[in-house]
């Protein structure tokens, strides 16, 4: 719909129609509105004025609801937001941790392992020197003679014993 003037001042409206793909123009004249006698009296123009406030009124009225919905679905938007902000920090924290506690799990895991075989370096270190050392006090007194070998669930010990 298209509104434009004609030569004489007054309007005309276009009304495009469609038919068959083609466009048609039906061309409708309006009329200028009524004019206001120039002179109102005083009581009209108190009511027009009363109108006019009543009317700019009722439009504020409606722009103040309309802002205020408008501000009230921003503020659920927002919360919406913000929540799925935290959800998603959440989610990374917890997938940090978790893979944080992975490593130092590993880690442990390899401290230990170097550890105990350390440990048991040291322990059979340990053993070889005590059945060395009691095998050469028992030789210097003539009694007993013997030396053992701890494995991982079995003693193995052999005695020998001189009488002199």
């Known amino acids: 719909?298209?509104?434009?003037?004609?030569?004489?001042?007054?309007?005309?409206?276009?009304?495009?129609?469609?038919?068959?793909?083609?466009?048609?123009?039906?061309?409708?004249?309006?009329?200028?509105?009524?004019?206001?006698?120039?002179?109102?009296?005083?009581?009209?123009?108190?009511?027009?004025?009363?109108?006019?406030?009543?009317?700019?009124?009722?439009?504020?009225?409606?722009?103040?609801?309309?802002?205020?919905?408008?501000?009230?679905?921003?503020?659920?938007?927002?919360?919406?937001?913000?929540?799925?902000?935290?959800?998603?920090?959440?989610?990374a924290l917890e997938s940090f941790s978790r893979e944080e506690r992975a490593a130092v799990t590993l880690q442990s895991w390899a401290r230990m392992w170097f550890i105990r075989r350390r440990y048991c370096q040291v322990l059979n270190a340990t053993r070889i020197i005590q059945a060395y050392w009691r095998c050469h006090s028992c030789a210097a007194r003539g009694l007993i003679k013997g030396q053992y070998r701890v494995t991982a669930n079995q003693l193995h010990l052999e005695l020998e014993i001189l009488l002199g």
Request: charged letters at 30%; one cysteine or more.
């Open 1 to 91: 719909v298209k509104v434009k003037k004609s030569e004489n001042g007054e309007m005309i409206r276009g009304v495009i129609v469609h038919r068959n793909q083609g466009l048609s123009w039906n061309t409708l004249e309006l009329k200028k509105p009524p004019e206001y006698p120039k002179k109102l009296s005083d009581k009209d123009m108190a009511v027009i004025r009363i109108q006019a406030w009543w009317r700019g009124t009722l439009v504020r009225r409606v722009l103040l609801h309309a802002a205020l919905r408008a501000w009230i679905i921003q503020c659920w938007w927002r919360l919406i937001l913000s929540k799925l902000l935290e959800k998603r920090r959440r989610v």
